[in-house]
C-alpha cells in the first residue's frame, strides 16, 4: 500500500479538483500525476499564459509574408522572365516586318538592274522568309502555357540548349 499525503488547499480549488478528476474518470493521485507529467513534458509554467501577444503574432505573420514574397521574387527571376525575355527576343528577331534589301553598288545605277538580278533577289528573299517562317511555326509548336498558383500564366519554349543556340546563331548569319 503507497502512503498518502494531504496538501492544503482552499476548499473551493478542492472540490475543482475533484470534479475534474471525476470527469476523467481517474482517482485524484493519478489526475495529479498526469498534470504533472503534461507541465514538465511540454515545458509548460501554469503561471505563464499560452496565448501569444498580438505583436508577437503580428511579427510572425510578417516574417512569413517576407518569405513569401521572396519565394516569389526568386521564382520570377530564375523562372518567369528569362522565358518570356527569351521568347520576346526570339519573336523580334524573326518579324517579318522589316525587309532586308541589300543593294550593291556596281558601275552602273540600282535601277538598271536586269530584270533576272530582281528575280534571284526576289527568290533569295522568299527563301529567307520561307525559312524563317518554318522556325517560327517549329518554335511555336513547342512553347508550352504554364500555370502559376501565384500569378500571371508564363510560357515555356521546351527544346534544348543547344538547339536555341542553333537558332541564335542562324538568326546573327540572316542579319
Known amino acids: 500500500m503507497t502512503t498518502k499525503s ?3 488547499l482552499t476548499l473551493k480549488a478542492a472540490r475543482r479538483f475533484r470534479e475534474y478528476s471525476k470527469k476523467n474518470n481517474s482517482n485524484q493521485s493519478e489526475t495529479m500525476d498526469l498534470m504533472l507529467d503534461f507541465f514538465e513534458k511540454n515545458n509548460l509554467s501554469p ?3 499560452l496565448v501569444p501577444s498580438k505583436v508577437s503574432l503580428e511579427q510572425l505573420i510578417k516574417k512569413r509574408i517576407d518569405a513569401v514574397i521572396a519565394i516569389l521574387k526568386n521564382i520570377e527571376k530564375t ?3 528569362p522565358g518570356l525575355l ?3 527576343l526570339l519573336m523580334e528577331g ?3 516586318s522589316k525587309p532586308i534589301i541589300v543593294e550593291k553598288k556596281t558601275g552602273s545605277s540600282t535601277r538598271e538592274k536586269s530584270r533576272e538580278q530582281l528575280e534571284l533577289e526576289i527568290s533569295r528573299l522568299e527563301e529567307v522568309i520561307k525559312t524563317t517562317r518554318n522556325d517560327l511555326e517549329y518554335l511555336l509548336e513547342h512553347v ?3 500555370g502559376n498558383a501565384f500569378g500571371g500564366d ?3 519554349l521546351n527544346i534544348p540548349r543547344t538547339e536555341l543556340e542553333q537558332f541564335k546563331i542562324a538568326l546573327k ?3
Open 79 to 81: 523562372q518567369t522572365k
Open 154 to 156: 508564363y510560357l515555356k
Open 6 to 8: 494531504r496538501l492544503q
Open 86 to 88: 527569351m521568347l520576346e
Open 173 to 175: 548569319r540572316k542579319t
Open 144 to 146: 508550352q502555357v504554364k
Open 47 to 49: 503561471f505563464e499564459t
Open 94 to 96: 524573326r518579324s517579318i
